[in-house]
């Protein structure tokens, strides 16, 4: 079992940055990839960019968040990031870790993944 814990959320305006931390604990070992989830209200949960967890350089964007986010890991601290800048209201939404447990490519479908934190709540105003 692995045990994933998001912090980070916040308001911020828009144009702003924020970093969200996911900190895994448990059965790290069988984590493979590490993503990034969201959902807005009213709408369906949105992938937004993943990790291999253990080839760290291997990473997948949605396109709305490319060259705005970015993905990164540490390992030692088992622990996935996201640095968000230049933030929209759009992207306004509780965001989820996620770890997948497959040796696969990265997916970004979320059946794929086994394990979920509880969420952190990201408010971009206008």
């Known amino acids: 079992q692995v045990h994933l814990v998001e912090s980070g959320g916040g308001l911020v305006q828009a144009g702003g940055s924020l970093r969200l931390s996911c900190a895994a604990s448990?059965?790290?070992?069988?984590?493979?990839?590490m993503a990034w989830f969201r959902q807005a209200p009213g709408k369906e949960r949105e992938f937004v960019a993943a990790?291999?967890?253990?080839?760290?350089?291997?990473?997948r964007y949605v396109e709305s968040v490319k060259g705005r986010f970015t993905i990164s890991r540490d390992i030692a601290k088992n622990t996935v990031y996201l640095q968000m800048s230049s933030l929209k209201p759009d992207d306004t939404a509780v965001y989820s870790c996620?770890?997948?447990?497959?040796?696969?490519?990265?997916?970004?479908?979320?059946?794929?993944?086994?394990?979920w934190g509880q969420g952190t709540q990201v408010t971009v105003s206008s």
């Open positions: 996620a770890a997948d447990r497959r040796p696969d490519s990265i997916s970004s479908r979320s059946q794929h993944y086994d394990y």
């Open positions: 990790i291999n967890w253990r080839l760290g350089g291997i990473t």
């Open positions: 448990g059965r790290t070992s069988d984590i493979n990839k």
